[in-house]
């Protein structure tokens, strides 16, 4: 009897190709989806874009600048720069880099003081050389701390005579100071060494010259770091899971809700209602309407527990919320009435929906911070609502910006809820003509 009963639900299986079919696609995609995240190569840390700001102009400084910017690891901008790489305004200034940062131009921006390439290296406990101002956004932990090291590393690379003359100063003033010989010799060698490192120059950009050492010492520059965005914010991260997980959950609920129409069709409701005076279009804007509002109530609940619970600023920032919840909300219903219209029965719902959602919540950054994958898949996941609703809501909570400034976000999500119901409503037809 057990096998009969095994036979059986095999049978039904086989009989409902799409879902066996999908049943089997879960977890290769699944599998395909970490593979590229996590797998594409040994050094899976995406580049970083940094903002240089060079008030200096000493030779130390212009040094450590290109040094950054021959690093593989960084992205260096000087000048705002457009989708295409080209420069789109003046050089940044402390003030504007700082904006840039708050604005999620950059994660990090550093601020190369005057009076940096009289002491450029930090050698020694009297050195007073300036510090160079480190700005980041807190939400990345991995830029600041990358960026930092970074710069260690080019100091000891790009600024070897800075090095060898502060450590000459600092060794004189605990021995009493050197002789007039022992100053010629030194003056002499930091010369040889300054030339040495001409000519690498000059060999670097002929494109002739070694690749630089990877070995880097630390704590060779002061460097003085700062929270610009989110120092002060409670618990700051949890507004970010609460958007994060509440969009996966809503693409959740929305096709569920839309399933709705394939148990109608099994029972032969549908069509009754088909044959009343109910158009297809006015059932699946009607089905939609009430998906848009249990997603957006399921929002504000997920929020407002946030606030009671874990102190989100939710009153604060009602009117973005608002937008943005409504917004997503409707994104995500007409792609919950996509899901239902393309399939036949629950089964098949049910596999797509979570081959879909899973996938496009690893992409866009539900399940972790999109800043952790590689280049090529942060890209990826604006193929996604997920990373869409995510950054409109870190916009709202995080960097406390305007609601005007929500309309790159809200466009899309509501140009890509638009077109999801055209689709859906065109795979519906199906249902009138049977």
């Not at 049943?23 to 593979?35: D, E, N």
């Not at 770091?225 to 700051?236: D, Q, S, T, Y």
């Not at 029972?267 to 009607?286: C, I, K, Q, W, Y």
Request: with cysteine; charged share 15%; net charge neutral.
């Amino acid at each position: 009897m057990i096998l009969n009963v095994a036979r059986t639900a095999l049978l039904g299986l086989r009989r409902d190709r799409g879902a066996l079919a999908l049943s089997f696609a879960l977890p290769i995609a699944f599998f395909t989806v970490f593979a590229l995240i996590f797998g594409g190569s040994r050094d899976t840390t995406p580049r970083v874009t940094l903002i240089v700001v060079d008030e200096d102009k000493s030779e130390a400084s212009q040094e450590l600048v290109r040094a950054l910017e021959r690093d593989n690891s960084l992205w260096v901008h000087r000048t705002p720069v457009t989708k295409k790489g080209e420069p789109s305004g003046p050089e940044y200034t402390a003030a504007t880099a700082e904006a840039a940062v708050r604005a999620g131009d950059a994660p990090v921006a550093i601020v190369i003081p005057q009076g940096y390439g009289q002491n450029p290296v930090a050698f020694g406990p009297s050195s007073k050389g300036a510090q160079i101002q480190l700005l980041y956004d807190a939400s990345d932990q991995v830029a600041p701390q990358l960026v930092n090291g970074l710069l260690q590393k080019a100091a000891m690379t790009s600024m070897p005579a800075s090095l060898a003359e502060q450590g000459m100063k600092v060794s004189g003033e605990y021995i009493g100071g050197y002789t007039a010989e022992q100053t010629r010799r030194m003056q002499q060698n930091l010369a040889d060494l300054r030339a040495a490192v001409a000519r690498r120059e000059a060999e670097r950009r002929s494109g002739t010259a070694p690749g630089d050492d990877e070995g880097a010492g630390g704590g060779v520059i002061a460097v003085n770091r700062r929270a610009v965005v989110g120092e002060n914010k409670p618990n700051p991260m949890i507004a970010f899971y609460a958007a994060a997980f509440g969009v996966m959950f809503l693409m959740w609920t929305s096709s569920g809700t839309a399933g709705a129409l394939l148990d109608e069709a099994e029972s032969g409701t549908l069509d009754r209602v088909l044959s009343s005076r109910v158009s297809m279009s006015t059932l699946l804007a009607g089905k939609m309407t009430f998906a848009i509002l249990l997603a957006f109530t399921q929002l504000v609940v997920m929020f407002v527990f946030g606030w009671l619970v874990f102190r989100v600023d939710l009153p604060h920032h009602i009117p973005g919320f608002v937008v943005m919840g409504l917004s997503t909300s409707f994104a995500v219903a007409a792609f919950g009435m996509l899901l239902a219209s393309l399939c036949h029965t629950r089964a098949q719902l049910a596999a797509l929906s979570t081959l879909v959602i899973m996938t496009m919540s690893v992409v866009g950054g539900s399940m972790f911070p999109r800043y952790f994958m590689p280049e090529a898949m942060q890209k990826a996941g604006l193929l996604t609502i997920n990373a869409w609703a995510i950054d409109g809501f870190t916009k709202v909570f995080w960097r406390d910006l305007p609601v005007m400034d929500l309309w790159p976000q809200v466009s899309v999500l509501l140009a890509v809820g638009v077109a999801l119901f055209l689709i859906a409503r065109r795979v519906a037809r199906r249902w009138e003509v049977a």
